[in-house]
């Protein structure tokens, strides 16, 4: 394959899909694995945000090229959405795109007519591209459905990533749906989801949690986590819950290097 789209997703809202993107994109770059990133939650979105060039006086730049910050584009909207299978024509290996909560069914409008992913996933392999969905996991039940539904709509068509995001707690007792529990009647619950992804030949990954204090006040400054150190804002105890976060975060990901079209020696 010439390359892979790599999707983060759920449909469900506030799992932390756009903190893993963001990490993912950072933590790539400072490799030295070119990226071509977009956010589709428009100029609001958190991944823009962080890691998307600036002017100056600090404000976006518009129109930005993705290979060096991040573009951004409303992937609800019927003008914008199609941003994401468009922009495979600059030829990039790599395209990472930050997808919004409940932004499945708007993807099946940018070739099928709200019917599928069928002709979107045509277009995708006609340019010899593959997509690579990571699924962001949080302890409610809706994040679990949303993977199953991503497993129904791309079938083998895509390889899919279960990204277990430990800011919501420890596996597997604090992710019961995915993981499955036992209720208090003996009866087996949950994890059906898991196992559908698993003998898809998907993969499981943790995502490391940062602690809330330091993360927020990153944050709120707008500061990468590569460039944590330099900026100023942390004490020696906080920068080094991030460098623990960095060294963890990568520890974690190469597994998946494969699927994101990443030589694994590298």
């Known amino acids: 394959m010439a390359g892979r789209v790599a999707l983060v997703a759920n449909e469900k809202g506030g799992v932390g899909k756009s903190v893993f993107t963001r990490t993912l994109i950072d933590w790539l770059r400072v490799e030295n694995h070119l990226v071509a990133a977009f956010d589709a939650d428009g100029t609001i979105g958190a991944t823009v945000r962080i890691l998307g060039l600036k002017d100056g006086k600090g404000a976006l730049i518009r129109n930005q090229d993705p290979a060096l910050g991040v573009r951004c584009y409303n992937g609800r909207a019927d003008g914008e959405r199609n941003v994401l299978l468009d922009s495979i024509e600059s030829n990039h290996r790599l395209y990472v795109h930050d997808l919004a909560g409940g932004l499945l069914t708007d993807l099946s409008k940018i070739v099928d007519d709200g019917d599928g992913l069928t002709g979107l996933l045509d277009a995708f392999d006609k340019y010899a591209y593959r997509l690579t969905v990571f699924h962001v996991i949080s302890p409610d039940i ?121 030589e694994t020696a590298q």
């Open 142 to 262: 809706g994040s679990t459905l949303s993977v199953g539904r991503w497993l129904e709509m791309t079938g083998d068509r895509a390889d899919h990533v279960a990204v277990i995001n430990l800011k919501h707690g420890k596996p597997e007792g604090d992710f019961p749906f995915w993981y499955g529990f036992t209720d208090a009647k003996g009866g087996s619950k949950g994890g059906k989801v898991r196992e559908r992804l698993l003998a898809k030949g998907g993969q499981e990954i943790p995502f490391p949690a940062l602690q809330s204090g330091t993360f927020a006040k990153l944050d709120a400054e707008n500061i990468r986590f590569s460039v944590a150190d330099e900026a100023g804002l942390l004490t020696i105890s906080e920068r080094a819950h991030v460098a623990k976060f960095w060294k963890d975060f990568g520890e974690a990901v190469r597994p998946a290097f494969p699927l994101l079209g990443i």
